[in-house]
């Protein structure tokens, strides 16, 4: 399993961490959430 802390700490570090959407709520921080994959969009935005 992964952590969800794991994966925001390793996103901070590569700069590709901006937020996380949760049923329509945007947040900056989480914790204490564990799933069994993630998928994120890599691509810059300018």
Known sequence: MIKIETVL???????????????????????KVIFDSISYDSRKVT
Do not use: A, P, T
Request: without cysteine.
């Open 9 to 31: 700490d390793i996103l901070k570090k590569d700069g590709l961490f901006r937020e996380i959407i949760d049923q329509g709520h945007y947040h900056y921080n989480y914790s």
